[in-house]
């Protein structure tokens, strides 16, 4: 009604004023979480997987197995630092063109990699350096150049049904390969299909408050609603996948 209205046009003059500076802090923020959050997750899960035979690296990670680390005060650390993150994530979103904000979620493997590094007290290898290094510098590029060429409009009628349906399609091939595979094989592809389910989260959280913000669609309505659902589906999906991934290789992949 009225209310939602006119918490849409709050929503509006606030990103109008913000501009993507904040949004740029807030995601550069929520890349410390999600890194942070991977370490302490990936720590449990590589524990769980040493002691439990069911759950060996390079073998899929059981329900039983998965079950048994989410008790485990690490992952549960991790997964309040990634809610944290998404939030962060989220509210940038709404501030600024997913092309500036979804880049920046990148740095989180620099952040993982000095994360990793502190707490085994070993130093990363040269390769990987040299991985962080193009990877900060890519990131700058193409957000320097998107931040000042981007432009914010509602998603056209059907395309993110349509993406939606693509992106569900890369999923379900990645995590086929990852399942058919072990070794680093299945880390890559279970952590590309975890990556992609939560590339759509944000894909659909920008078009969701951009279609509401500019009044195309009520909050409550069925398109809303759907991509809510759509939202939550692939955030579980995708946390699964990332679990699949921590049981086989290193948590910065």
């Given at each position: ?24 802090v807030l995601a550069l923020l929520g890349a410390v979480c999600f890194a942070g959050a991977a370490v302490l997750q990936h720590g449990a ?19 039983r197995g998965l079950r048994e680390i989410t008790r485990r005060p690490g992952w ?178």
């Amino acid at each position: 009604g009225a209310g939602a209205a006119a918490g849409c046009r709050m929503i509006s003059m606030i990103s109008d004023l913000a501009g993507p500076g904040l949004a740029i802090v807030l995601a550069l923020l929520g890349a410390v979480c999600f890194a942070g959050a991977a370490v302490l997750q990936h720590g449990a899960v590589s524990a769980g997987s040493r002691r439990d035979e069911d759950d060996r690296p390079g073998r899929v990670l059981s329900l039983r197995g998965l079950r048994e680390i989410t008790r485990r005060p690490g992952w549960l650390a991790g997964l309040a630092l990634a809610g944290g993150g998404s939030t962060l994530h989220a509210t940038a979103l709404v501030l600024a063109p997913l092309s500036v904000v979804q880049p920046l979620g990148v740095l989180a493997v620099p952040i993982a990699v000095l994360l990793t590094a502190m707490r085994t007290d070993r130093r990363p290898a040269p390769g990987v350096v040299v991985g962080v290094l193009l990877s900060i510098a890519g990131v700058a590029v193409f957000v320097g150049a998107a931040a000042g060429t981007a432009v914010s409009s509602p998603p056209p009628d059907q395309a993110t049904l349509i993406a939606s349906l693509v992106v569900a399609g890369v999923v379900l091939a990645l995590a086929g390969l990852g399942f058919a595979r072990s070794g680093w094989i299945r880390c890559v592809a279970c952590a590309m299909a975890g990556a992609a389910a939560f590339g759509l989260v944000s894909a659909l959280v920008r078009a969701v408050s951009q279609s509401v913000i500019a009044g195309d669609v009520g909050p409550f309505e069925l398109p809303v609603l759907a991509a809510v659902a759509g939202i939550a589906a692939a955030v579980l999906v995708g946390g699964w996948l990332v679990q699949q991934a921590f049981a086989s290789g290193p948590p910065e992949v």
